[in-house]
């Protein structure tokens, strides 16, 4: 069964950066579309990245242009570099895999194996 590890959370200033990384046992990243998701205190999580196995990416609008999601197949790891942070995207953050095509990336169902996750805090 695959197993997905998160690393790379922490604090920062507004402003700032961050890059997470995933890295996948019993998995393998260059044949399927994994992606990110997050979950703010309170708040349902939602999908923040995807990548497919083509390479092609997709973002959530709130991280457009800040967010940037990448593969390393050769180490099977995944990636989210994450520059001029916001406080508001404080929350807790996962990689996830095994898609689930009948649901669109962002949504939760449309993948059934997540990682523990990773903190990100953003201060103003």
């Known amino acids: 069964q695959a197993q997905l590890v998160e690393s790379g959370g922490g604090s920062v200033q507004a402003g700032g950066s961050l890059r997470l990384s995933c890295t996948a046992s019993g998995y393998i990243y260059s044949s399927n579309c994994v992606a990110w998701f997050r979950q703010a205190p309170g708040k349902e999580r939602e999908g923040v990245a995807a990548i497919r196995s083509d390479g092609r990416t997709t973002y959530a609008d709130s991280v457009k242009g800040r967010f940037t999601i990448s593969k390393d197949n050769a180490k099977n790891t995944l990636a989210l570099q994450m520059n001029s942070l916001k406080p508001e995207d404080t929350a807790m953050y996962y990689c996830?895999?095994?898609?689930?095509?009948?649901?669109?990336?962002?949504?939760?169902?449309?993948?059934?194996?997540w990682g523990r996750g990773t903190q990100v805090t953003v201060f103003s």
């Open positions: 996830a895999a095994d898609r689930n095509y009948g649901y669109g990336w962002a949504d939760t169902r449309a993948f059934s194996t």
